[in-house]
């Protein structure tokens, strides 16, 4: 059975940082296009950042740019979302998703994505 498993979420101070994974069981990510969303309570779920799997380009939401970075590892077969500079409107639950072989390109559309993970909590607060 395919599924995602986040990991590396917590609670950090503002400014802190910290790295999300997003590990795969049963397929291979590396041929997959992955996002970042995420949910604060009461919000509707956002799309925090993508990377595409035909060419390795990235998308980001405007108020992370130059915050927070997604990359993958292919051989641990897990994608990370680098989180720096953190703010406490942040604060929210993390999923990665994938989207379906045929889709190569980078989406911010969570409706586009086909897999998900249970996602992890991150909170920001001093």
């Known amino acids: 059975q395919s599924h995602l498993v986040e990991s590396g979420g917590g609670l950090v101070q503002p400014g802190g940082s910290l790295r999300l994974s997003c590990a795969a069981s049963?397929?291979?990510?590396?041929?997959?296009?992955m996002g970042w969303f995420r949910q604060a309570p009461g919000k509707e779920r956002e799309a925090v950042s993508c990377i595409s799997s035909s060419d390795g380009n990235t998308a980001y939401q405007n108020s992370v740019k130059g915050r927070f970075t997604i990359s993958r590892d292919n051989a641990q077969n897990t994608v990370y979302l680098h989180l720096n500079s953190l703010k406490p409107e942040d604060t929210a639950v993390y999923y990665c998703a994938a989207r379906s072989f045929q889709f190569r390109q980078c989406s911010m559309e969570s409706h586009e994505y086909d897999y998900w993970g249970q996602g992890t909590q991150v909170t920001v607060s001093s």
């Open positions: 049963g397929f291979t990510l590396d041929h997959l296009t």
